[in-house]
């Protein structure tokens, strides 16, 4: 009995927890104010690499990771900015950005807070989508030209809340393997109960999302098919902890999906995903009126897969076809808050 009321009480105690920390976490507020910390720390590591068709820096500049791939022969004005999903980092986008860069395009991938090789600035259990929102928000304004916008998986979600409470008036936006338009938590919980029980326990019990990523297999299963460019063990390694309140605010009350965008969007779908359902992935290409792009035999790492760059060549080629230019899509004025504004990356 004892532990009856025991469980009970944690149960209270957690929807207490949820709820609270969701209901405080409010986007229009968080965005009115500088979320960073590391706001003038400046440059810890910069690193920069030749290769024959491009440049990679590799830089962390005020405690955020990017990685810039810039080409010598330029086609494209407009740059692409890369958001990593949950448990990743810039590093995820690579094989993407090599390709790009070949293509033309200068590509910046970055890493959010407690992800890749930026700071932690907060306990990782605290960490709302808003909050990360705020550090999207502020990549898309310290560059020079409004960027297409890419998204994977959770960098998907914010893709979503960046077109909703930053602007729909982005050159192009890419979605890959996103989190569903309308309820990520209702379409992905069958899904984790069914791929992974403990982690869903362990989630529940810990408060953040870090035991699904607790060995190889696990996150094998989850990410990838048989044949991607990481092996389970070289995929786990690279693993970072994640938040498990972003899991709850991706859907009604917390989140409605916008209607009527005006931006052109791209949705590119892994047909054997297991932790989004190819259903719900069409069903939100229906919502936004995206192109929809499934990939057969693909998983949710649609960067990784065996088929990754086949995935690439024909979302460069939708980027073709919107013949996005600068002019058509000036520049937003920098926030106030974005402590980046000053030190400008020249396009």
């Not at 955020?64 to 990743?88: F, S, V």
């Not at 859907?251 to 989004?276: C, R, S």
């Amino acid at each position: 009995m004892i532990i009856l009321y025991i469980f009970i009480a944690y149960i209270i105690f957690l929807l207490g927890f949820i709820g609270i920390n969701l209901l405080k976490a409010n986007p229009v507020r968080t965005l009115a104010k500088d979320q960073n910390k590391l706001c003038g720390t400046g440059i810890s590591f910069n690193e920069t690499h030749e290769h024959e068709a491009y440049t990679v820096q590799h830089v962390i500049d005020d405690g955020i990771e990017r990685i810039i791939y810039t080409p010598k022969e330029r086609k494209h004005e407009t740059p692409i900015l890369m958001l990593h999903g949950m448990w990743h980092g810039a590093w995820c986008w690579e094989p993407w950005q090599k390709y790009l860069a070949e293509q033309g395009w200068k590509t910046i991938s970055f890493s959010l807070p407690g992800h890749g090789r930026s700071t932690l600035q907060r306990p990782i259990f605290l960490c709302t989508l808003d909050y990360y929102l705020a550090f999207y928000r502020d990549e898309i304004n310290r560059l020079p030209n409004k960027p297409i916008l890419m998204g994977h998986s959770m960098g998907g979600a914010l893709t979503q809340w960046a077109l909703k409470y930053i602007g729909d008036d982005f050159p192009a936006v890419v979605l890959v393997a996103p989190w569903v338009a309308k309820n990520a938590f209702f379409d992905g919980l069958p899904l984790f109960l069914k791929l992974d029980p403990i982690g869903v326990l362990l989630t529940f019990i810990r408060l953040d999302a870090g035991g699904y990523m607790r060995s190889p297999k696990r996150v094998a299963n989850a990410l990838i098919t048989a044949g991607a460019d990481h092996s389970p063990k070289e995929l786990h390694a690279k693993m970072t902890n994640e938040s498990a309140l972003v899991l709850f605010q991706h859907m009604p009350p917390f989140w409605v999906p916008p209607i009527d965008l005006q931006t052109p969007i791209f949705l590119a779908a892994g047909v054997n995903d297991a932790v989004v359902s190819f259903k719900g992935l069409k069903a939100s290409a229906e919502h936004y009126s995206a192109a929809f792009l499934p990939i057969e035999d693909a998983g949710h790492n649609l960067m990784m897969e065996k088929s990754a760059l086949e995935t690439i060549g024909k979302t460069n080629a939708w980027l073709e076809t919107q013949a996005v230019q600068n002019e058509d899509n000036p520049k937003q004025l920098p926030s106030i808050f974005n402590c980046s504004v000053y030190r400008k990356e020249s396009s």
